[in-house]
């Protein structure tokens, strides 16, 4: 019988837009606390505006992104438009009702608008405050601005992934973004733990990319032991060889395997009936087999040629041997794995149900984390924060309305059509590129979505 | 020194290679006390280097430095019933346990969750293997790689033309390390409720799930199965990424008002305000090998340095692309101290990736990491073994 969350009973004022502070907040949100994001209708969060479901750009389509709800499921949404005095106002009356506060402007907005740490913590001396910035605080770049597709080169990861003698590379999604949301989750819990211990709340300034240079571990102490910089490898191992990734049969499937030992070694010749492969001996041991990895790479990919990936996997797996399928995203949402560990919750959202992948990768005994809720449609929770926590009237209600403080539709600088044209995704120019690998209408039967 | 958010936290360290031992340096670093407990041999990333003069020692690793700081280190052959017995003594005055066997393994030695919970109901124990405790493929095995290829991450990463491209750094381990960290400390905050323990179940592969930013969204809303394209980013933020610089490279974003305007002004071609690419993102996105014709130019004729103060100065989010020669020399992160300096034992003065937030009042600790089985001794005399015990323990292999 699952128990409580943990975090029920506290609420999250969530100021933080786009991807990495939303995470944090979404994270916090399905352990347990009520979060109440805060978007401005003259500037509602970005991603509202991606992965339109069915690319339908018509009506209200700021309530049916994909994007949105994977980072805002669960939340509840409010309006509070910054570019009238009266926003922060209600900030501040917000925040003795609250335990956290979330955000993620470059330093100077807050201060700007005076709702600081510093002025936050005299009106609720125990609240815990986190920052997500690219750069922090502090420091000669701390105003300048950053997305997550800067953030992973600027904290080094992409000079260790590359092509063999190619240029470096980002990986194909904002990866600090997600990274360091969840970096910025751990740091409010350790903060609660604090606080539960002596009552006191404190400040968190968390770099995006101070979090994420960590999984640069290894090249980093290289550097430091022996003064080299990484050199790109590929998918190929500073350890193990061989490894990579290797092609399968069908247009665009592949197969990564690690051969780690020996043992291993044998076994995957073993299990792809080549056991002359084994008895060569320019492979005989790790730096045999790290010396001719290309010739490695020719014999393996004139087997796994002849496989379908995931079979692949399973014959080799099936011997022991460290192998797993490249599965596209149609795969991932397939997968009998991820389907079994609850890797997705079927949120039914806006007139249909969305697989919608979970934030937190833990899965705990005593308590359920699955996502709670859809994302929420903009200010769909006005009424009730407003007047039910601060007690607003129906008249202070119609004049935030009236002023465009409050509200339920976003005020673009743009004629509407524009933004729709800017939202809808040309998909067949996607295919023409090569940028999709397929389109297929019939997406929700195979999903066995409908 | 300062308080530390977790003072007075004891956690057992049972894990090794990445995921789980940066969980345990995160704990440590938030103050608990965090006992690393070691076969005999040692952590196998004691091996995997790098080594000063790339000579292997197994308390000169780098990455075991890296993973391991401010742990204590006791080692101790849990396949024996006498290392089992020193393990649960240990686990009786701990808070919570790491651990990253393959599934069922520590369960064959009654170490397993359901084995321990009854005599230790507070309890927080934590799995952290690539792929979980259930699940057709929860025997499988496993590594940042193959964690990288199921999560659909390594299908988008790379050229069309090309294989697909792992991130590289063995990152998805450190995306298991810190779910598990959270799920550690979430699972105390239940017990501070509750008084009860539980079973984290943390999977690498899982932890990916946040790292999913439109690909699966784009087959579930939309039917189209997203493919590897120059790892470029979800196509209206094109460009988004990094180019040649005369002096190396930079990474190119123009975040959200960089066109028209600041990037005509950048190039220094204010007509390009004018240019249909320049106006319209998805003929820009479409005809992007003709962008690149203007932009690349301009890019390979300017410093990195350059080219970011004007970006910025123009509000758009430029970045630098950083290897760790420049990231430890690195004025912006000198000023915030980010590297610190530890003395590590058998190596000497070494600078290590410091504390990833900063914290008012209970700023993070940093430390050097333990030799193989340093505490070993004090440990044991602390649970009530006395020296003649621990002789026998040590001359038996035990520890």
Not at chain 1, 238 to 246: E, I, K, L, M
Not at chain 1, 415 to 436: D, K
């Amino acid at each position: 019988m699952p128990g409580d969350r943990p975090l029920a009973g506290l609420r999250v004022l969530d100021l933080a837009q786009v991807y990495a502070g939303p995470t944090c907040s979404r994270i916090l949100s399905d352990l347990g606390a009520e979060v109440i994001k805060v978007e401005g209708i003259h500037r509602v969060d970005i991603v509202r505006n991606f992965v339109i479901y069915d690319n339908k750009t018509q009506d209200d389509y700021f309530n049916r992104a994909h994007y949105f709800l994977l980072r805002n499921a669960g939340k509840k949404s409010i309006t509070l438009d910054f570019q009238d005095p009266r926003a922060p106002e209600l900030v501040k009356r917000l925040v003795p009702h609250v335990d956290i506060v979330t955000e993620s402007f470059t330093p100077r907005v807050l201060a700007q608008h005076g709702i600081a740490y510093d002025s936050l913590r005299e009106i609720k001396p125990d609240i815990v405050m986190i920052s997500l910035s690219g750069y922090g605080q502090t420091g000669p770049w701390r105003d300048y601005t950053a997305y997550g597709m800067a953030l992973e080169p600027a904290s080094g990861i992409s000079s260790f992934t590359g092509y063999r003698g190619g240029d470096p590379l980002r990986t194909g999604i904002s990866f600090t973004d997600p990274y360091s949301g969840m970096v910025g989750a751990g740091a409010v819990l350790a903060a609660l733990a604090y606080r539960r211990r002596t009552g006191k709340g404190q400040y968190i300034d968390l770099s995006e990319q101070e979090a994420a240079i960590p999984v640069g571990g290894y090249a980093l102490m290289d550097r430091v032991l022996n003064g080299r910089d990484p050199e790109r490898t590929g998918n190929r191992s500073p350890w193990f060889a061989p490894q990579g990734c290797y092609p399968c049969r069908g247009d665009d499937d592949w197969l990564v395997l690690t051969i780690r030992d020996d043992a291993e070694w044998r076994a995957f010749c073993d299990a792809v009936a080549h056991p002359e492969w084994a008895e060569d001996e320019r492979f005989a041991d790790v730096p045999g087999r790290h010396a001719h990895h290309d010739q490695l790479d020719e014999l393996i990919a004139s087997w796994t040629r002849e496989y379908d990936h995931v079979e692949a996997m399973h014959l080799l797996q099936g011997a022991g041997v460290l192998a797993a399928a490249v599965l596209n995203p149609k795969e991932v949402l397939l997968d009998p794995h991820l389907r079994e560990r609850g890797y997705f919750d079927m949120i039914e959202d806006r007139g249909g149900v969305r697989p919608t992948a979970r934030q937190l990768g833990a899965r705990f005994s005593a308590f359920d984390t699955s996502t709670t809720a859809p994302a929420p449609k903009l200010g769909e929770h006005n009424r009730e924060v407003l007047q039910g926590l601060l007690g607003l009237s129906d008249e202070e209600m119609a004049e935030l309305a009236e002023g465009k403080v409050i509200g339920d539709t976003p005020e673009f600088a743009v004629p509407i059509q524009v933004m729709q044209a800017f939202v809808q995704w040309p998909l067949q120019s996607f295919l023409q590129m090569g940028c999709v690998r397929a389109v297929e209408p019939d997406y929700r039967q195979q999903l066995g979505l409908d | 020194m300062a308080e530390a958010a977790l003072d007075g936290l004891r956690v057992v360290d049972l894990s090794q290679g990445i995921a789980g031992p940066y969980a345990g340096k995160l704990l440590a670093g938030c103050g608990a006390d965090v006992i690393k407990v070691e076969p005999p041999q040692g952590d196998y990333a004691r091996r995997l280097g790098p080594f000063p003069g790339d000579e292997p020692h197994h308390d000169k690793g780098g990455l075991f430095v890296h993973l391991n700081g401010g742990k204590k280190s006791v080692t101790l052959d849990i396949e024996t019933e006498s290392g089992r017995a020193v393990l649960r003594k240990l686990l009786a005055g701990a808070d919570a346990l790491i651990e990253s066997h393959p599934p069922g393994h520590l369960s064959s030695l009654g170490l397993g969750y359901d084995d321990l919970k009854a005599g230790l109901p507070g309890l927080v124990y934590c799995s952290v293997t690539p792929f979980g405790q259930t699940g057709p493929y929860a025997d499988f095995q496993g590594n940042s790689l193959a964690c990288l290829a199921l999560s659909g991450l390594m299908y988008v990463t790379g050229d069309p033309d090309k294989e697909p491209l792992a991130t590289g750094g063995e990152a998805a381990d450190y995306f298991g390390g810190v779910t598990a960290w959270i799920a550690v400390l979430a699972a105390l905050e239940h017990r501070a409720k509750t008084n009860d323990g539980q079973h984290v179940d943390v999977a690498v592969l899982d932890s990916l799930g946040t790292a999913d930013e439109y690909n699966t969204a784009m087959y579930a809303s939309l039917g189209a199965i997203r493919k590897r394209f120059h790892s470029r980013h979800h196509f209206p933020a094109y460009p988004s990424e990094i180019y040649p610089c005369r002096d190396g490279h930079i990474v190119v974003v123009f975040g959200a008002n960089g066109f028209p305007l600041p990037m005509a002004i950048l190039l220094e071609q204010i007509e390009l305000e004018n240019n249909p690419m320049f106006q319209n993102h998805w003929i820009r996105f479409i005809q992007w090998q003709q962008f690149e014709e203007i932009l690349r130019p301009y890019l390979l004729e300017h410093d990195w340095r350059d080219i970011l103060t004007r970006a910025q100065e123009l509000r758009m989010p430029f970045g630098r692309v950083m290897t760790p020669s420049t990231l430890l020399d690195d004025e912006h992160l000198s000023e915030r101290e980010f590297f610190v300096e530890v003395e590590q034992p058998d190596v000497g003065e070494v600078r290590i990736a410091g504390p990833v937030f900063k914290m008012s009042e209970t700023p993070l600790r940093q430390g050097p990491a333990p030799t193989l089985g340093e505490h070993t001794h004090d440990i044991l005399l602390d649970l009530g073994y006395d020296a003649d015990d621990t002789r026998i323990l040590r001359e038996r292999g035990v520890t």
